[in-house]
Nanobody
Framework: VQLVESGGGLVQPGGSLRLSCTGSGSTFSNYAMRWYRQAPGKERELVAAIDGAGRTRHYADSLKGRFTITRDNVKHTVYLQMNSLRPEDTAVYYC?????????????WGQGTQVTVSS
């Protein structure tokens, strides 16, 4: 599975962005999908995750209510809607495919997309 992210960019505080991650191959729906982020000088953290069917979602506690993860298995795409963005949300955002929604290693990584929140 090859994963390609898009949708990053520069946004003002309080603004919104929607990230997309499109996977190749017919096995996309077999994988849980996760969004991670890594800010400069910080460890990579799990932001949100969704199971293969799109029925179960997980969010980092600090992000609940601002970020929403969804997926469209017909389009082989997972989305991360980010609202009320803050400067501390600035990071490289990565999508990842994994066997399970939260536990276990990632099987495939995307290349990352930069999100910068600044006035």
């Amino acid at each position: 599975v090859q994963l390609v992210e898009s949708g990053g960019g520069l946004v003002q505080p309080g603004g919104s962005l929607r990230l997309s991650c499109t996977g190749s191959g017919s096995t996309f729906s077999n994988y849980a999908m996760r969004w991670y982020r890594q800010a400069p000088g910080k460890e990579r953290e799990l932001v949100a995750a969704i199971d293969g069917a799109g029925r179960t979602r997980h969010y980092a506690d600090s992000l609940k209510g601002r970020f929403t993860i969804t997926r469209d298995n017909v389009k082989h795409t997972v989305y991360l809607q980010m609202n009320s963005l803050r400067p501390e949300d600035t990071a490289v955002y990565y999508c990842a495919a994994a066997p399970f929604i939260r536990e276990g290693r990632v099987s495939y990584w995307g290349q990352g997309t930069q999100v910068t929140v600044s006035s």
